[in-house]
């Protein structure tokens, strides 16, 4: 959160802007500081360990 704070200005706020992480949390935290700061931003909820570990597992029994 400290280096996302100290590189706002490096940022294109007319970008659209998406965060994960691994549990959701950091992502939210994320969130939060980009949205005050005027960024157009959107979290993907779930978490990306969530995801990832459900996409394993229908890939490997082909659902």
């Given amino acids: 959160m400290d280096e996302l704070r100290e590189h706002l200005t490096e940022l294109d706020k007319n970008q659209p802007l ?3 992480c691994q549990s959701g949390l ?11 700061a ?9 978490a990306y360990g969530i ?3 459900v996409t394993n597992e229908l890939l490997e029994n082909k659902i």
Avoid at 27 to 35: D, G
């Fill in 18 to 20: 998406v965060v994960s």
């Fill in 38 to 46: 005027g960024f157009d931003v959107k979290n993907l909820d779930g």
């Fill in 26 to 36: 950091r992502s939210y935290n994320a969130e939060r500081i980009l949205k005050s």
């Fill in 51 to 53: 995801y990832s570990k």
